[in-house]
């Protein structure tokens, strides 16, 4: 599409030429079923030279990331007409401080992603995703070659047809891909002979259809070669008349059966925390991540109007006996031990007897 055409948004698309020098030609490849002066209303383009360094290449990739993160109901609110939108600019900026505290308190748990990248366009790893990778590459002792995973990953995302990258087809694309970091693989010798490698079960269930079909058709002859010689039965599990009465039953036993039938393991591990520690969430996020400090009074709301105070009185030399309070009255000795990451302590068991642990 080139100025002139109906749809060229010429109120959008304009260029201010220096003195003596002709305009270059400009036109845009256009693909998809929307107006092109409808699309570019809220649209930003970075352009730039024809034969573009890599650095500049780099430089311009990084600031679109780096814009694409940024806040969008902000970005919106900047670029729409006052009141367009039905939200005030500063009610949303005075809303950063909070995020910037959320973003400090969690910080240690960080997974070494303190700003944007533009790399993420390339091997499309979701966010979820890159911080338990990373987590697994330094599991391999490939800590200090995560770009070479992330390769790895952008390899498999192409070898398996580039499937939507959701749970559980996220974990597919992992899984292939920390298989080809651990046999340090090549990846175009993998595509072309699978049966020489030991191919992980997510993946031989997914070339099967045990996810559904794939939106973009499946790659062969990948697949096929992949599929050889294997007999891969893909059926649903029936379910008990029990769980078929728990489903039809309240919401929160609804959503209790739910959890065990879609995720038996994370379900196990969680009511094996409440059946240790209570009901953590009436925690604050701080108390919960970092423990008691000593000399600090907590408060925690059990329920609405009904608030407890608890607070941490004393360590013992060989830092596993402490003795802590619940309002006001003394709670110990008690045995426990630091909680990582910042040496605070825990109590066990909910507060109500608070054992630390």
Not at 4 to 24: F, Q, V
Not at 44 to 53: M, P, S
Request: one cysteine or more.
């Amino acid at each position: 599409m080139a100025p002139g055409d109906h749809e060229w948004p010429t109120d959008r698309l304009s260029w201010a030429p220096e003195p003596l020098l002709e305009p270059p030609p400009l036109s845009l490849w256009v693909r998809g079923a929307h107006r092109l002066d409808e699309a570019v209303e809220r649209s930003v383009a970075v352009v730039g030279a024809r034969a573009a360094t890599r650095y500049g290449a780099q430089i311009a990739t990084d600031w679109a990331a780096g814009l694409a993160e940024r806040d969008t109901r902000r970005l919106a609110l900047e670029l729409s007409p006052p009141d367009s939108l039905g939200l005030s600019l500063r009610a949303v900026c005075d809303l950063e401080p909070y995020w910037e505290a959320v973003r400090h308190v969690y910080r240690p748990f960080e997974s070494g992603l303190p700003g944007p990248t533009g790399r993420v366009y390339k091997h499309e790893i979701p966010g979820g995703q890159l911080s338990n990778l990373r987590q697994q590459a330094i599991a391999l002792g490939l800590a200090d070659q995560f770009e070479k995973v992330e390769d790895w990953y952008a390899a498999a995302n192409r070898i398996l047809g580039r499937p939507p990258k959701v749970t559980p087809s996220s974990k597919v694309v992992g899984d292939l891909a920390l298989a080809l970091a651990a046999a340090n693989a090549d990846p175009d010798d993998f595509e072309q002979n699978p049966q020489k490698y030991d191919i992980p079960a997510s993946v031989i269930g997914f070339m099967a259809g045990e996810l559904g079909e794939l939106p973009g058709g499946w790659p062969e002859p990948f697949r096929s070669k992949v599929l050889a010689g294997r007999d891969v039965k893909i059926g649903i599990e029936p379910i008990t008349a029990q769980d078929q009465a728990s489903l039809n039953g309240e919401s929160a036993i609804r959503r209790a059966t739910l959890n065990r039938l879609l995720f038996p393991g994370p379900t196990a591990i969680f009511e094996q925390s409440r059946e240790t520690y209570g009901d953590l969430s009436v925690l604050e996020t701080t108390d919960y991540l970092y423990g008691l400090r000593q000399g600090t009074e907590h408060i925690i709301e059990m329920a609405k109007g009904v608030s407890i105070f608890v607070g941490l009185e004393a360590i013992g030399e060989n830092r596993r006996e402490g003795g802590c309070h619940k309002t006001g009255q003394h709670r110990g000795p008690v045995l426990g031990r630091r909680h990582a990451p910042s040496g605070g302590w825990r109590c066990r068991r909910g507060w109500t007897n608070c054992r630390l642990d």
